[in-house]
């Protein structure tokens, strides 16, 4: 069945299923529209909902008022959206499509590449943006949750920025990290992927740049200095120039690594996966894109366990390789026993770049 489409990050927007733009006549139908949206299914009192956008008035008044955006709303949008009887208002839960409902389904922890770039595309201002008033308590469930649906934005766009930096794809890195400072104007974490990506890129001056507007910005409104690490990433910038992309050589052992005729796996130090063979897609049915920036456990069958991922990259780098049985679970949802074997990648310098995983029928 045709669905109604509701886009709540950024300015609202309502579509109806034939693609034309729907308009409710007033700001606070609009606004019954997206929070009846935004709850699919959930029926509330009208009692709730008048007091909640017409809490300003009289009880008569509020309830005529909100009869009139009920009216409004069926105009608009037909029968088909907004159930209504004598007690309760609710949205039908198969009427429509929000975009925040999109993204509550997927979890930036453990996201693939593709889901966190959903959060960037999907999210193109705050959500309901513009719309603000002066009753309590719309005004106080706003707020909430825009700070929570920043939030959930910001992990995802700093797990983005790390895969990007991992696979050399600086550009994209810089924009989500540039993104991450409009929620967040001091982290720091995103202030270095912005250097290492302008030196990167060669232009160390600009990273130098960016180092020195941080640390007066930092002293005007803290009162601190960068953290250690953001001054000495500056400093070994400033001594060497240019940085070669910290990804190529793991990139590398990667591509070479990808040749292997059996299932291979490659990770970073943060146990992301930056690598995944033909064979592994064969075997398990998810392909590269889906597999890169997750957890490799996100394939077993104990549902990604991150203990467990953590404890084999620790034992593969301390003891040389872990070894051991594992039950993964491929894309269609079979489950198959695996014997393990998961072993350290080193650079040229002898420094640790990441672990690759293979395995054999168990």
Not at 17 to 38: F, H, Q, S, V
Not at 79 to 104: C, E, H, N, P, T
Not at 185 to 192: I, Y
Not at 195 to 215: N, Q, V, Y
């Amino acid at each position: 069945m045709a669905r109604f489409e509701m886009r709540a990050l950024g300015p609202l927007r309502f579509a109806g299923p034939d693609g034309c733009e729907r308009r409710p006549t007033t700001r606070k139908t609009a606004m019954l529209a997206a929070y009846l949206a935004i709850h699919p299914g959930k029926r509330f009192s009208r009692e709730a909902i008048a007091g909640l956008l017409w809490g300003d008035k009289d009880e008569a008044r509020a309830r005529h008022s909100l009869s009139q955006a009920l009216c409004d709303l069926k105009n608009v949008f037909g029968k088909q959206m907004v159930g209504v009887d004598f007690q309760f208002i609710w949205s039908a839960a198969d009427a429509i499509d929000v975009d925040v409902a999109r993204l509550a389904t997927i979890d930036p922890a453990c996201a693939s590449r593709e889901e966190l770039e959903l959060f960037e595309t999907l999210y193109q201002g705050d959500f309901l943006q513009g719309f603000d008033f002066d009753q309590q308590g719309l005004s106080s469930w706003l707020m909430a949750e825009r700070e929570r649906l920043r939030q959930r934005l910001h992990d995802a766009l700093s797990r983005l920025v790390e895969s990007r930096l991992h696979t050399g794809d600086h550009d994209a890195a810089l924009t989500a990290a540039q993104r991450i400072l409009a929620i967040d104007s001091f982290d720091e974490t995103a202030h270095r992927a912005i250097m290492r990506c302008h030196a990167i890129k060669g232009f160390p001056r600009r990273s130098a740049d960016h180092f020195r507007s941080l640390e007066q910005e930092l002293a005007r409104e803290l009162g601190v200095d960068p953290e250690p690490e953001t001054c000495l990433l500056h400093k070994r910038i400033q001594e060497r120039g240019p940085l070669a992309p910290a990804s190529r050589t793991l990139a590398d052992f990667a591509f070479v690594l990808e040749q292997l005729p059996y299932a291979v796996a490659v990770t970073d130090t943060h146990n992301r996966i930056v690598g995944w063979n033909h064979v592994a897609e064969d075997t398990l049915g998810f392909a590269k894109a889906e597999m890169c920036g997750r957890l490799p456990t996100a394939v077993y069958a104990t549902g990604g366990d991150l203990p467990l991922a953590e404890q084999i990259l620790r034992k593969a780098i301390s003891g040389g390789r872990w070894v051991g049985d594992v039950m993964l679970t491929a894309k269609d949802g079979t489950t198959f026993p695996q014997r393990r074997i998961v072993s350290p990648l080193v650079d040229a310098d002898g420094t640790i770049v990441g672990a690759f995983g293979h395995g054999y029928a168990a």
